[in-house]
C-alpha cells in the first residue's frame, strides 16, 4: 500500500520507515527542508536504535521517500498519517495549531479520496476538528475519512515497540476506513499483535488516559520511595513485592528523579485540562505533577546532605537525556537540575552518550560547564557523581577505576544503577533513591 506521513520528527520517522519496511511504499513530508536533506542523504537527524538500518533500508530499496511539499505527499496516497507536534499551550492545553495546519493543506490539496489518520497524541474528539476543518476548505465534493491510530512507542526503542506492539488502537467511522487499517497493520496482527477497533473519540482517550497512568505509576513509587528513606525499608524490594502482583506488574515503578520528556509532562497537562473543560477536577493527576516537580528539589537536597555545600565543587554528572538510548533531552530532570547546580557554585563536567550535542545548544559550555567525550574523563577529579540517566554503560562501567579517578569516591545515583552493598564494598559514600 502505499503511505503518506506527515512530519519527520521521532513518530514520523519510525512511522513511515517501519511502514516501509513492512512492504509499503512511503513518502514522509518534512517541512524543514535541511532535515529532509540529511533524510535524502541516509542520515537520520535523530538518534533512534534501529533507526539508521531500516532508513537505509527504505532509501536503497527506492520504498522510502522525502518531501517537504505537502501537496505531493497528500496526492501520493489515499492514508495520510498526521504526525507533527501538539505542544503545551501555557494553560496545559494541546497546541493544535500544527494538526490543523495539515487539515488544511490537505483539504486544499487532496484531489481524490483521503484517509486522514491521526497518529499525534491528541485531546479526546479532535478528530470532529480535523473532520471540520477538512469541510471548510475543501470546497469540493470528494470523499474523506478521518481516523484515530494513537502511538504507543517509546523513545529508546521507539522501532522495537512500533514491530512489537502490546496492541494496536484504530478509532474509526466507517468500514472503508476500517478495511484500510485493518490491511495496513495486517503484517503485525498476523503475527499475533491484537488491533483494537473502536470509535474515534474512544481511541484518542486511550492516549491520553495511558500516559496519564504510567505517569501516575512513576509518581506513586517515587512518593513510596520517600517513605522508605525515612523509614529504613528498601524501594528496589518493594517494587519487586508489588510487581509480582499481576494486577499491578513491576513495569514503570522505577523510583528515581521523576519522569521527564516530550510526552508525559504535556499529556498529563493536557488531560487535567480536557478533563477540566467538561466540568470534571482530575485532582489526582495534579498531585502526579506536584509529586513530579517536587523529585528535583528532593535530589538537590542528597546531594547536598552528601557534600554539605557546592560552592565550587567539582561535579561530575554521567546522563542528560531524559532516558537512556535516546538523543532527545525535551523535559529531561536534566534541564531543571543543572542550572540549580550551577547556581550553588557547582562546577560541572557532564558526559552523556548521545545527548551532549543538544544539551550544549541549550547551556553553552564554559568554565562552569563542561562536557566531555568520555565518562572516565567526567569523574577525574571530581569530589561527587551524579547519575541523572541510566544508560546501560554506566551500569557496566569499571567503578574501581572511578573511584581512583576521583578526588573524594561519593556517588549520588537518581537511577538506582547500582547496588549499595557493592558500591559501599567498592569504597564509595553512595547516595541513591528509596534505598539507605
Ligand atoms: N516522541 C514520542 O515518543 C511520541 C510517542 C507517541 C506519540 N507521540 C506524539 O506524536 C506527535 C509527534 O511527536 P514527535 O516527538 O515525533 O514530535 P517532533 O517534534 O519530533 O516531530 C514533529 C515534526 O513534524 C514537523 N512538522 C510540523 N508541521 C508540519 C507540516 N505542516 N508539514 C510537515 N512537517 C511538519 C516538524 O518540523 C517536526 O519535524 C506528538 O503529538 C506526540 O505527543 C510522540
Ligand atoms: O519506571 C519508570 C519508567 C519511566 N520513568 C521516566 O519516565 C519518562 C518517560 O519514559 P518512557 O515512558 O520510557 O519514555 P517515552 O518515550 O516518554 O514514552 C512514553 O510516552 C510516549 C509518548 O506518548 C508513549 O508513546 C509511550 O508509550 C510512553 O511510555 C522518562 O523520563 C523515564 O526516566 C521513570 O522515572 N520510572
Redesign the pocket.
Known amino acids: 500500500m502505499r503511505v503518506t506521513v506527515i512530519g519527520g520528527g521521532y513518530v514520523g520517522l519510525v512511522t513511515g520507515a517501519c511502514f516501509s519496511h513492512l512492504g509499503n511504499e512511503v513518502l514522509i513530508v518534512e517541512k524543514v527542508p535541511e532535515k529532509v536533506e540529511k533524510l535524502r542523504r541516509g542520515e537520520s537527524p535523530i538518534y533512534e536504535p534501529g533507526l539508521d538500518e531500516l532508513l537505509k533500508e527504505g532509501i536503497e530499496g527506492g520504498s522510502l521517500r522525502f518531501t517537504t511539499d505537502i501537496e505531493e505527499g497528500v496526492n501520493f496516497s489515499d492514508v495520510v498519517f498526521i504526525c507533527v507536534g501538539t505542544p503545551s499551550l501555557p494553560d496545559g492545553s494541546a497546541d493544535l495549531s500544527q494538526v490543523e495546519e495539515v487539515a488544511r493543506l490537505t483539504a486544499k490539496s487532496m484531489k481524490s479520496y483521503k484517509l486522514l489518520v491521526e497518529k499525534s497524541?491528541v485531546p479526546v474528539n479532535t478528530h470532529q476538528l480535523v473532520k471540520k476543518t477538512v469541510q471548510r476548505y475543501l470546497g469540493r465534493d470528494i470523499p474523506f475519512d478521518v481516523a484515530s491510530n494513537?502511538?504507543?512507542?517509546?523513545?529508546?526503542?521507539?522501532v522495537y515497540?512500533f514491530l512489537n506492539p502490546d496492541r494496536i488502537v484504530v478509532g474509526v467511522e466507517g468500514d472503508k476506513a476500517r478495511e484500510i487499517m485493518e490491511e495496513l497493520y495486517r503484517p503485525l496482527t498476523e503475527r499475533g499483535f491484537p488491533l483494537l477497533v473502536t470509535d474515534p473519540a474512544t481511541a484518542e482517550l486511550i492516549?491520553h488516559a495511558?500516559?496519564s497512568f504510567?505517569?501516575m505509576?512513576?509518581s506513586f513509587?517515587?512518593m513510596v520511595a520517600d517513605l522508605c528513606e525515612r523509614t529504613g525499608a528498601d524501594i528496589e524490594l518493594v517494587a519487586e513485592g508489588m510487581g509480582y502482583d499481576k494486577r499491578i506488574g513491576r513495569?514503570?515503578?522505577?523510583?528515581?528523579?521523576?519522569?521527564?520528556?516530550?510526552?508525559?509532562p504535556k499529556?498529563v497537562k493536557a488531560f487535567i485540562k480536557i478533563a477540566e473543560d467538561v466540568g470534571l477536577d482530575f485532582g489526582l493527576l495534579r498531585e502526579v505533577e506536584k509529586i513530579n516537580s517536587e523529585r528535583i528539589g528532593r535530589f538537590i537536597e542528597k546531594v547536598l546532605n552528601a557534600l554539605w555545600t557546592l560552592k565550587d565543587k567539582k561535579i561530575a554528572v554521567w546522563g542528560l537525556a531524559?532516558?537512556p538510548n535516546?538523543d532527545?533531552i525535551r523535559?529531561?530532570?536534566s534541564l531543571k537540575l543543572i542550572p540549580e547546580l550551577l547556581k550553588k557554585g557547582a562546577r560541572i563536567r557532564a558526559y552523556d552518550p548521545k545527548a551532549m550535542e543538544n544539551f550544549s545548544r541549550v547551556f553553552l559550555p564554559g568554565d562552569d560547564l563542561m562536557y566531555v567525550q568520555d565518562k572516565y574523563e567526567a569523574v577525574k577529579g571530581a569530589e561527587a557523581l551524579l547519575i541523572l540517566?541510566?544508560w546501560e554503560e554506566f551500569a557496566k562501567a569499571d567503578m574501581e577505576k572511578v573511584r581512583e579517578l576521583m578526588e573524594l569516591p561519593i556517588v549520588v545515583d537518581g537511577?538506582n544503577v547500582f547496588k549499595p552493598n557493592h558500591m559501599r564494598a567498592l569504597g564509595f559514600e553512595y547516595y541513591s533513591i528509596g534505598r539507605s
Open positions: 497524541t494513537p502511538e504507543f512507542l517509546r523513545e529508546g526503542s521507539a515497540d492516549k495511558s500516559n504510567l505517569a505509576k512513576i513509587i517515587n513495569a514503570f515503578l522505577n523510583a528515581g528523579i521523576g519522569y521527564g520528556g516530550s510526552c508525559f499529556d531524559f532516558k535516546t532527545d523535559e529531561a530532570p540517566t541510566e537511577r
